[in-house]
């Protein structure tokens, strides 16, 4: 069964970092991409940014939103995927998602930017 | 920036046919996927690439489209329907994913 599992998440100050991980499960990790989706409370969702496989060089992208701040990496060793966060805003505060090209998702982890 | 078009609510009776439509310049070009979201759960895939269903999702569930619009169709509503759902496509450049703004099915 295809698992992803995030954690990381907590309460944060403005101007501070967090770095969020997805381990992973069941699947081939290290051929596939990975994706982090938010969602505000109550609002919808929000595509983050991706990083692909080695056999794509570990390409990157990210929405306009978060470049420059936000990082995405990979340790195909322990088949997890992170997303490290700088520079934290308030408007960050959301539920982080991690999901697989074939849409499968986590259950989410919930990060709080608040003085 | 590309954007995806949902009406924000739907309401039917139970037994009903709900249609949840969504609109966007590159749907003619890129598949639409559609994710089912109760409250305080992740978003569960319901149908992908326009028009499949992946296993386990109900047959009552179904995909269809047509030039720049895509629409999930949830035959015979059932009380467990009522949900958010958000359609997903790629921007033109194929990389970024790209949402509806959701739209909150009420079974009445």
């Known amino acids: 069964e295809v698992q992803l599992v995030e954690s990381g998440g907590g309460l944060v100050q403005p101007g501070g970092s967090l770095k969020l991980s997805c381990a992973a499960s069941?699947?081939?990790?290290?051929?596939?991409?990975i994706h982090w989706v938010r969602q505000c409370s109550g609002k919808g969702l929000e595509w983050v940014g991706r990083i692909r496989s080695k056999g794509n060089n570990y390409a990157t992208a990210y929405a306009a939103s978060v470049q420059g701040r936000f990082t995405i990496s990979r340790d195909d060793s322990d088949n997890t995927a992170y997303l490290q966060m700088n520079s934290l805003k308030t408007e960050d505060t959301a539920v982080y998602y991690c999901?697989?090209?074939?849409?499968?998702w986590g259950q989410g982890t919930l990060v709080t930017v608040s003085s | 920036s590309y954007e995806l078009t949902q009406p924000p609510s739907v309401s039917v009776s139970p037994g009903q046919t709900a249609r949840i439509t969504c609109s966007g310049d590159?749907?003619?070009?890129?598949?639409a996927y559609w994710y089912q979201q109760k409250p305080g759960q992740a978003p569960v895939l319901v149908i992908y690439k326009d028009t499949e269903r992946p296993s386990g999702i109900p047959e009552r569930f179904s995909g269809s489209s047509s030039g720049t619009t895509v629409a999930l169709t949830i035959s015979g509503v059932q009380a467990e329907d009522e949900a958010d759902y958000y359609c997903q496509s790629l921007d033109s450049s194929g990389v970024c994913w790209v949402f509806g703004g959701g739209t909150k099915l009420t079974v009445l």
């Open positions: 999901a697989t090209p074939d849409r499968t």
């Open positions: 590159q749907l003619p070009r890129q598949y």
């Open positions: 069941g699947f081939t990790f290290s051929g596939s991409a």
